[in-house]
């Protein structure tokens, strides 16, 4: 089983900055690749943006240019720095943990993510 603890998030003036953390423990040789994906109210869980072991990323059209993850392989950390906020951008987002084939996907708990205009 992989563990998913999430840190930042909060409230956030638009146009402001905000960085997402979060720490993979327990079974970490399983996971592929470890990303964040944002829910808002009413709408469907969404991916945001991931980054695979071999370091190939992908990010959500609606954050190009604006958000950037990395990850600390060495460390089992994955961050989201998150600039030029905008309102559509609140939303609850997750820590996700993608397992290689067979393996099982894990969620962090959720963070909340408020941009206020």
């Known amino acids: 089983q992989v563990h998913l603890v999430e840190s930042g998030g909060g409230l956030v003036q638009v146009g402001g900055s905000l960085t997402l953390s979060c720490a993979a423990s327990?079974?970490?040789?399983?996971?592929?690749?470890l990303g964040w994906y944002r829910q808002a109210p009413g709408k469907q869980r969404e991916l945001v943006a991931r980054?695979?072991?071999?370091?190939?990323?992908n990010y959500a059209n609606s954050v190009k240019g604006r958000f950037t993850i990395s990850r600390d392989n060495a460390k089992d950390t994955v961050t989201l720095q998150m600039n030029s906020l905008k309102p559509e951008d609140t939303a609850v987002y997750y820590c996700?943990?993608?397992?290689?084939?067979?393996?099982?996907?894990?969620w962090g708990q959720g963070t909340q993510v408020t941009v206020s205009s």
């Open positions: 980054m695979a072991n071999d370091g190939i990323t």
């Open positions: 996700h943990s993608e397992g290689h084939r067979g393996w099982v996907d894990y």
């Open positions: 327990g079974a970490v040789f399983s996971i592929n690749a």
